[in-house]
């Protein structure tokens, strides 16, 4: 989903992600864009990335929220 900036979400497709849209994303879920991580619901602030299909590696990496 993206945050509108009236704050609503909308369901819509990778295709049409815009630069500067925010994202919302729940787990397991595929990206298909490049994206900055801003927050995460893991009260570690961290999320876990597979990047297999770009680079090969077969294991998750740690990204951890800006703390700012």
């Given at each position: 989903?993206?945050?509108?900036?009236?704050?609503?979400?909308?369901?819509i497709?990778?295709?049409?992600?815009?630069?500067?849209?925010?994202?919302?994303?729940?787990?397991?879920?595929?990206?298909?864009?490049?994206?900055?991580?801003?927050?995460?619901?893991?009260?570690?602030?961290?999320?876990?990335?597979?990047?297999?299909q770009?680079?090969?590696?077969?294991?998750?990496?740690?990204?951890?929220?800006?703390?700012?």
């Open positions: 989903s993206i945050v509108r900036s009236d704050g609503k979400k909308e369901r497709e990778s295709e049409k992600l815009q630069v500067g849209q925010l994202i919302e994303l729940h787990k397991d879920e595929i990206i298909p864009a490049d994206i900055l991580f801003l927050k995460s619901s893991n009260e570690e602030g961290v999320c876990y990335v597979e990047t297999a770009l680079d090969g590696l077969e294991f998750f990496k740690i990204k951890n929220q800006n703390k700012n």
